[in-house]
């Protein structure tokens, strides 16, 4: 059995493994989205996010949700947005720093923090 994982990171260009990640979940220019099988790198897909805050109609929370993603990477979040994607079913995690391909290296090791209500170490959280 096919055991697939899609796992999503708020990164600031369009380079894929290696982008870095957005240290600011809901301002972030693209989601760098990792599809696993069986834990295996399948497909890698970049979206440029036009969120709420640039214009756009949905929130970054709306958009992971209806992307179909199981898991959110990231560097800060804010309270609302931890609460939006629990209830989305998303498994997330906080604190992360670098580039894409060393964090989900970090991810697979069980080494990152799972995101609280108080994941956000930013001012405008």
């Not at 096919?2 to 708020?10: E, H």
């Not at 929370?61 to 800060?76: F, M, P, R, T």
């Not at 391909?101 to 090791?109: A, R």
């Given at each position: 059995?096919?055991?697939?994982?899609?796992?999503?990171?708020?990164t600031?260009?369009?380079?894929?493994?290696?982008?870095?990640?957005?240290?600011?979940?809901?301002k972030t220019?693209?989601?760098?989205?990792?599809?696993?099988?069986?834990?295996?790198?399948?497909?890698?897909?970049v979206?440029?996010?036009?969120?709420?805050?640039?214009?756009?109609?949905?929130?970054?929370?709306?958009?992971?949700?209806?992307?179909?993603?199981?898991?959110?990477?990231?560097?800060?979040?804010?309270?609302?947005?931890?609460s939006?994607?629990?209830?989305?079913?998303?498994?997330?995690?906080?604190?992360?720093?670098?580039?894409v391909?060393?964090?989900?290296?970090?991810?697979?090791?069980g080494?990152?923090?799972?995101?609280?209500?108080?994941?956000?170490?930013?001012?405008?959280?």
């Open positions: 059995m096919v055991k697939i994982t899609v796992i999503c990171m708020p600031i260009d369009e380079s894929g493994l290696l982008s870095d990640i957005s240290t600011h979940f809901g220019t693209y989601f760098t989205f990792i599809r696993l099988e069986n834990g295996e790198i399948k497909n890698i897909n979206t440029e996010i036009l969120g709420k805050h640039k214009g756009g109609s949905k929130t970054p929370s709306e958009i992971i949700i209806d992307s179909g993603a199981d898991v959110l990477i990231c560097g800060n979040l804010g309270s609302k947005a931890v939006m994607l629990r209830g989305g079913g998303m498994e997330i995690f906080s604190g992360a720093s670098g580039k391909k060393d964090i989900l290296k970090e991810w697979k090791m080494n990152l923090a799972v995101a609280d209500e108080n994941s956000c170490n930013e001012k405008g959280c």
